[in-house]
């Protein structure tokens, strides 16, 4: 079987699965697919007992047009204790009876995003060799916070490779911030830009599209490349969990052989829960993918009615991550859901440009049936952090408490549950903090909470993040989405 993979937008537009993850976005504006999918299967019996590593190698080897040697490489570099607090990788937590939580955030930015930006930059230090590929890649990135770091982390100092990171001005809390300006190597740089997260997203889009600004790149022997979710490098090394948690929970005897579960994803952009679909799709026992949106409910309304809309009011949340109104990799269920029809998903996107809106024909939706929508107010995830705590003595974060607020508004009988904790409650300990205690603290900002929240509570902060503030730091840039492009042409030049 060749292993090729083609854009959402162009059956025809095929390409190794090396090249795809160099490119990251395809040139027609659509994302990456394995055009194999459909004969990809896993047995999750075979993964019974075995390490994370196993079962990510078997996974990505299915996937790629690696050598053995390469996917053991890539598999074991960046799942090591020098990047994972735990030799199992993630932990999957017993928490309450039918319940387990999936806890991503064990890597360097105490995030779920360290799972595939650990491994991405591996895989396309690979990619390139099997292309023979020897240009510089230029990796930009629009992050909404946790991205940006977990990719400046994931690529510094590798060979060849340069990083710039976009965020929004303001946009990100003052940890993520500190994260990202205490970032070491050489190739690596971030810029705050003014706007929110779609906006920033928006440029960073426009410049992949821009082939002039392309050709002006060439002249340097610089080619871009994505790391943001949409890249297919990102997706694939994230279905490793869904099958990891899912043996984990046989061994604990949380759960049979063969029982299906279901995993509850808090959602931005809609790379984890389409990873869970994957899973899925290649077999495994998987009852509902339960998708855990904020106040900004764009996919909970899609779900539920068929419309995507994202005329609406963008409302910053105490869950940042997932603050989003165009969630990318969504475009990757749809061409799945109209079996491949690539001239409908060119018609759908461009009606989302166009009109910031499309509606999938009714009998198509039923293809998205394992999918159940809800979604947590401000409120809500507030009450959740506290009931949580006081109930279960378990500290989440505030988009792990969305995603248990949807758990108990969809749970419908005894089917196991498992709700994927996305970030470290330390990642956002004021809100934590403030949903749990009332007292009135005097802490400036989360990084004091940070040390209030410990005190109270005894949880252990994460090594990578426990002093933070005497880290040297650089200076915070601030830009106008205008001089993205200018940003980038500056950074080649300085560097020449
Ligand atoms: C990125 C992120 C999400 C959203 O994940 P998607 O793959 O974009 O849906 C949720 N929570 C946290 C903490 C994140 O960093």
């Given at each position: 079987m060749e292993k090729l993979f083609n854009s959402t937008r162009d059956n025809d537009n095929k390409l190794s699965p090396s090249r795809a993850i160099i490119k990251g976005l395809s040139d027609d504006g659509g994302l990456f697919v394995p055009q194999f999918l459909k004969d990809v299967k896993f047995d999750y019996k075979d993964f019974i007992g075995k390490s994370y590593n196993y079962i990510a190698k078997t996974i990505l080897g299915e996937f790629l047009d690696f050598s053995k040697e390469q996917i053991d490489y890539c598999v074991d570099t960046a799942y090591s204790l020098n990047n994972f607090e735990t030799e199992d990788i993630f932990k999957v937590v017993d928490v309450e009876d039918g319940l387990s939580i999936l806890e991503l955030f064990s890597g360097n930015t105490i995030a779920f995003k360290d799972c595939a930006l650990s491994i991405l930059p591996l895989l396309l230090k690979c990619a390139k060799e099997n292309e023979n590929d020897k240009d510089d890649v230029l990796i930009l990135t629009a992050t909404s916070g946790d991205t940006?770091?977990?990719?400046?982390?994931?690529?510094?100092?590798?060979?060849?490779?340069?990083?710039?990171?976009?965020?929004?001005?303001?946009?990100?809390?003052?940890?993520?911030?500190?994260?990202?300006?205490?970032?070491?190597?050489?190739?690596?740089?971030?810029?705050?830009?003014?706007?929110?997260f779609d906006d920033t997203?928006?440029?960073?889009?426009?410049?992949?599209?821009?082939?002039?600004?392309?050709?002006e790149l060439e002249k340097y022997g610089v080619k871009l490349s994505s790391a943001n979710s949409i890249n297919i490098g990102r997706l694939l090394p994230?279905?490793?969990?869904?099958?990891?948690?899912?043996?984990?929970?046989?061994?604990?005897?949380?759960?049979?052989?063969?029982?299906?579960?279901?995993?509850?994803?808090?959602?931005g952009n809609f790379g984890n829960i389409l990873a869970g679909y994957y899973a899925y799709l290649t077999g495994l026992p998987v009852n509902k993918l339960i998708c855990a949106s904020n106040d900004n409910n764009v996919l909970f309304d899609f779900f539920k009615s068929g419309t995507y809309d994202k005329n609406r009011e963008f409302k910053k949340t105490i869950s940042p991550s997932m603050d989003i109104l165009i969630s990318s990799n969504l475009e990757r269920l749809i061409y799945h859901m109209y079996d491949g029809d690539d001239k409908k998903v060119n018609d759908?996107?461009?009606?989302?440009?166009?009109?910031?809106?499309?509606?999938?024909?009714?009998?198509?939706?039923?293809?998205?049936?394992?999918?159940?929508?809800?979604?947590?107010?401000?409120?809500?995830?507030?009450?959740?952090?506290?009931?949580?705590?006081?109930?279960?003595?378990?500290?989440?974060?505030?988009?792990?408490?969305?995603?248990?607020?949807?758990?108990?508004?969809?749970?419908?009988?005894?089917?196991?549950?498992?709700?994927?904790?996305?970030?470290?409650?330390?990642?956002?300990?004021?809100?934590?903090?403030?949903?749990?205690?009332?007292?009135?603290?005097?802490?400036?900002?989360?990084?004091?909470?940070?040390?209030?929240?410990?005190?109270?509570?005894?949880?252990?902060?994460?090594k990578p993040v426990n002093n933070i503030e005497s880290i040297e730091r650089r200076e915070e840039e601030v830009i106008t989405k205008e001089d993205m492009r200018n940003s980038i042409l500056k950074y080649i030049e300085g560097k020449k």
């Open positions: 940006g770091k977990a990719a400046l982390e994931g690529f510094h100092d590798v060979d060849g490779i340069d990083v710039i990171v976009y965020y929004p001005y303001k946009g990100v809390s003052r940890l993520q911030l500190l994260q990202m300006l205490t970032q070491k190597g050489s190739n690596v740089k971030s810029y705050a830009v003014k706007g929110n997203q928006a440029g960073v889009k426009e410049i992949f599209n821009d082939s002039d600004f392309e050709k994230q279905v490793v969990y869904y099958y990891h948690s899912y043996v984990r929970l046989i061994e604990q005897g949380k759960i049979k052989e063969g029982d299906k579960v279901n995993f509850i994803v808090p959602t759908l996107m461009a009606k989302l440009s166009n009109e910031g809106k499309y509606t999938i024909d009714s009998e198509y939706m039923n293809k998205a049936d394992n999918f159940i929508g809800g979604y947590a107010t401000e409120d809500e995830i507030r009450e959740v952090i506290k009931e949580v705590y006081e109930k279960d003595n378990y500290l989440m974060d505030t988009h792990t408490a969305a995603g248990y607020k949807v758990y108990k508004d969809t749970k419908e009988d005894d089917t196991y549950s498992v709700l994927l904790s996305t970030a470290s409650p330390y990642k956002f300990s004021k809100d934590v903090y403030d949903s749990i205690f009332d007292d009135d603290v005097k802490a400036s900002d989360d990084v004091e909470y940070m040390y209030k929240l410990n005190e109270k509570t005894k949880v252990n902060i994460p």
